[in-house]
């Protein structure tokens, strides 16, 4: 069982604040993922990683940065949160994505902007 | 585009019975099939997978079943439980080299199991 922590479960904070979304694993797994949900709509790769100092854009555009320092640690930023950005946020991680290593999320951020 | 739908919203059953969800795909690229289960105020988590070399994967009372040619797959759930009561995400990727973990989702059904 993967362990993935995603802190804060849920944001609520004003047009134009600058926040970080974090996510730890504690399996030194290589890939990790952020994906973005909307209530009763699909999730959506926004970001991804292969490893430490590697990041790539998911399928979904978006506003948000993420970076890589360590392998346990995929933070996600808005520098300037708009109402635009409400949505929740789940970071995944995955040793090796497969028939038998599939895809393992985290709780999920709530962010509200207001 | 929406390359992975599920084409109903919801789903209720009553305790005992099957529980059948659907998922349709367009890519015929996609060869990873994935079932995710997802209750409220937590992520998904992994329930079944299947590959496109296969038509059936089949894990205690979970089964999927993949149809290729129709670009179909559906999980059934036999018998059902009021704990299944939670949202169902089908997911789909194209295995290996840059597309690892990266899975394309249905909107996901919801599935209410009625004691």
């Known amino acids: 069982e993967a362990d993935i922590y995603q802190t804060p479960r849920y944001l609520v904070i004003g047009t134009g604040k600058k926040i970080t979304l974090e996510c730890s694993q504690t399996?030194?797994?290589?890939?990790m993922y952020w994906y973005q949900q909307d209530p009763g709509m699909e999730l959506h790769l926004i970001h991804y990683?292969?490893?430490?100092?590697?990041?790539e854009k998911g399928d979904l555009s978006s506003e948000s940065t993420v970076s890589r320092i360590r392998t346990e640690h995929f933070p996600l930023t808005l520098e300037s949160a708009r109402p635009s950005h409400t949505s929740q946020y789940l970071c995944?991680?995955?040793?090796?994505?497969?028939?038998?290593?599939?895809?393992?999320f985290g709780n999920g951020t709530r962010l509200t902007v207001t | 585009d929406q390359q992975v739908k599920q084409n109903s919203p919801s789903l209720s059953v009553q305790e005992g019975r099957i529980s059948i969800l659907n998922c349709d795909y367009t890519?015929?690229?996609?060869?990873?099939f994935l079932w995710y289960k997802k209750y409220p105020a937590e992520g998904p988590t992994f329930l079944i997978s299947?590959?496109?070399?296969?038509d059936k994967n089949e894990d205690g009372r979970f089964t999927v079943f993949l149809n290729k040619s129709a670009k179909h797959l559906s999980l059934h759930i036999v018998p059902s439980q009021p704990g299944d009561s939670a949202v169902y995400f089908c997911?789909?990727?194209?295995?290996?080299?840059?597309?690892?973990?990266?899975?394309?989702f249905g909107q996901g059904t919801i599935l209410t199991v009625h004691p």
């Open positions: 995944a991680s995955s040793d090796n994505p497969g028939l038998n290593s599939p895809l393992h």
């Open positions: 399996m030194g797994h290589d890939k």
């Open positions: 990683s292969y490893g430490v100092n590697s990041t």
């Open positions: 890519n015929s690229m996609f060869d990873y």
């Open positions: 299947i590959s496109s070399i296969k």
């Open positions: 997911a789909a990727s194209l295995y290996g080299g840059t597309s690892y973990g990266k899975l394309t």
